[in-house]
């Protein structure tokens, strides 16, 4: 029902920027929460940023100062400016979505995009 496709993953040098975008399309009421986790080269799963439909936001602690999530609402869009690259943020990056799929639905349902290299080295 919900599809999100994200890009502008790459490859890029130490101290580079890169920024990450995620588009949500389908059928559903409302998205309340979206974010980025990553999947690191040594299977390591950790949640990088996540932000509210009120735009409140919340950064893991490697990445505050560096990273900065937004969300365009309209365009049902989540971005992650990524800043001062270092290599351990090489992994691969996943946006996420909880969605309302309906005003009478009781739940919310998680949904998942199929992820966007991102790859820091000298």
């Known amino acids: 029902q ?5 890009s502008g993953g790459g490859s890029v ?7 990450l975008s995620c588009a949500a ?14 999947q690191t080269p040594g299977n390591h799963r950790e949640s990088v940023a996540l932000i509210n439909g009120e735009k409140n ?27 001062n690259l270092k290599p351990e943020d090489t992994a691969v990056y996943y946006c996420h979505a ?4 309906s005003q009478t639905s009781p739940y919310d ?3 998942w995009g ?4 991102v790859t820091v080295s000298s």
Request: charged share 20%; proline share 3%; hydrophobic share 30%.
């Open 114 to 117: 199929r992820g966007t290299r």
């Open 57 to 83: 936001t919340l950064y893991d602690d490697s990445v505050k100062g560096r990273f900065t999530i937004s969300r365009d609402n309209a365009k049902n869009t989540v971005y992650l400016q990524m800043n």
């Open 13 to 19: 040098q130490p101290g580079g920027s890169l920024t």
């Open 98 to 101: 909880q969605v309302k799929q």
């Open 2 to 6: 919900v599809q999100l496709v994200e």
């Open 25 to 38: 399309s389908g059928n559903f009421f409302e998205i309340y929460y979206m974010g980025w986790h990553r």
């Open 109 to 111: 349902t998680p949904y």
